[in-house]
């Protein structure tokens, strides 16, 4: 029996073309303000607990913790008894046994209505108004280069290292 921290990031992104750069600004500090405000208090009230990572290289491998946090995200944002549709991102080259289990989890656990799920480029590509870019993704143990052409993603040409923001803080602290 583990204890979960509740940790989630989450990123204000303009639902809508035609969001100006001030209104998208005021929504991610706004975000932002949140998220440190509950990680301050996660840490004083969860002082002593295991922190569970559920994912591993945009992997997940702790299904149980990883239903854990999306149900908590889901009830923070939309109450208890929420059904409606979602929209997920994944990773590049995520397998299809991971997304037809993520798929699966949101229809049978999270009271999903329908369910689309698209790359994160892809997604990153039509959020800043294109439908072809050369999308650059780093996050947190994985960065790759995803190459879009007309909404698509080109598998080809996706390039993949094993390098992210938790190994260059590392290296810059050396």
């Known amino acids: ?9 989450a990123r204000k992104s303009a639902d809508r073309i035609g969001w100006d750069a ?16 509950l990680a301050e208090e996660d840490e004083s009230r969860h002082a ?9 290289h945009g992997i997940v491998g702790d299904w149980d913790a990883a ?9 923070a944002a939309a109450g208890a008894q929420w059904e409606g549709p979602v929209l997920l991102s994944e990773p ?23 369910v689309h799920v698209s790359s994160t480029g892809v997604l990153a590509a039509y ?13 947190h143990s994985i960065s790759y280069a995803l190459p879009i052409y007309h909404g698509y993603l080109v ?3 996706i390039r993949r290292l094993d390098i992210g923001g938790e190994q260059i803080n590392l290296h810059l602290q050396r």
Request: hydrophobic letters at 45%; charged letters at 15%; glycine letters at 8%.
């Open 1 to 9: 029996d583990r204890p979960l921290v509740r940790r989630c990031l």
């Open 22 to 37: 001030t209104a998208l600004a005021r929504a991610n500090t706004v975000v932002k303000a949140a998220y440190l405000a």
């Open 48 to 56: 002593g607990e295991v922190l569970v990572v559920p994912t591993s």
């Open 67 to 75: 239903e854990c946090i999306w149900r908590n995200a889901f009830h």
């Open 92 to 114: 590049p080259l995520n397998a299809i046994a991971q997304r037809d289990r993520l798929v699966s989890m949101c229809f049978c656990e999270l009271g999903a209505t329908s």
């Open 127 to 139: 959020g800043a108004g294109y439908s072809s870019a050369l999308v650059c993704d780093s996050g």
């Open 155 to 157: 598998a080809h040409g």
